[in-house]
T-cell receptor, first 111, second 114 residues
Framework: QKEVEQDPGPLSVPEGAIVSLNCTYS??????FMWYRQYSRKGPELLMY????GNKEDGRFTAQVDKSSKYISLFIRDSQPSDSATYLC???????????FGTGTSLTVIP | SQTIHQWPATLVQPVGSPLSLECTVE??????LYWYRQAAGRGLQLLFY??????ISSEVPQNLSASRPQDRQFILSSKKLLLSDSGFYLC?????????????FGPGTRLTVL
């Protein structure tokens, strides 16, 4: 079993839709969670960083962590064509040095 | 603010040739540094990470090596490239000693081995 599972998609939505991206994990020691956006041929860009269960909002983006279910989500409201990218989840334990990544979900927002 | 540089941005090399990719970080000290490879349409594969000068941990046995000659410099090398070394190479940093557990990536180097 992989440490982190992420549906690769691809996911295609109309402009203005709410997008839900999800990852599950198996290691209960993971305490810090990240979402990255990666445009084609670019390095991943950190979108959201959370370390507790619950929701964190930043503009149109909301990161949700449910540690009891080992499940994290990223919601994008009012999706825009510029949101078209691959989204990667990542996580790490408090004492570890290695980050664990999902394989990424490819999102296309259609104008 | 912190920035991370990688060069070159693009590289085309023949099979059997040597490789040297460089990564430098500005604006922070004693970062953890990482090298990842991302094959087309695939996830990130951790190659090496370093928690300090001269300290290298290898995650995948292969013909690549890494060195950290200075605090904010991380170098990825190979003596003889293979076709399978083609990919997008990403350098990243984090500073967990400052309770910052997130990781930041550089712009990447796209390597094509022919």
């Amino acid at each position: 079993q992989k440490e982190v599972e992420q549906d690769p998609g691809p996911l295609s939505v109309p402009e203005g839709a709410i997008v839900s991206l999800n990852c599950t994990y198996s290691n209960s020691a993971f305490q810090y969670f990240m979402w990255y956006r990666q445009y084609s041929r670019k390095g991943p860009e950190l979108l959201m960083y959370t370390y507790s269960s619950g929701n964190k909002e930043d503009g149109r983006f909301t990161a949700q962590v449910d540690k009891s279910s080992k499940y994290i989500s990223l919601f994008i409201r009012d999706s825009q064509p510029s949101d078209s990218a691959t989204y990667l989840c990542a996580m790490i334990t408090r004492t570890g040095n290695q980050f664990y990544f999902g394989t990424g979900t490819s999102l296309t927002v259609i104008p | 603010s912190q920035t991370i540089h990688q060069w070159p941005a693009t590289l085309v090399q023949p099979v059997g040739s040597p490789l040297s990719l460089e990564c430098t970080v500005e604006g922070t000290s004693n970062p953890n540094l990482y090298w990842y490879r991302q094959a087309a349409g695939r996830g990130l594969q951790l190659l090496f990470y370093s928690v300090g000068i001269g300290q290298i941990s290898s995650e995948v046995p292969q013909n690549l090596s890494a060195s950290r000659p200075q605090d904010r410099q991380f170098i990825l090398s190979s003596k003889k490239l293979l076709l399978s070394d083609s990919g997008f190479y990403l350098c990243a940093w984090s500073v967990p000693r400052l309770a910052r557990y997130e990781q930041f990536f550089g712009p990447g180097t796209r390597l094509t081995v022919l």
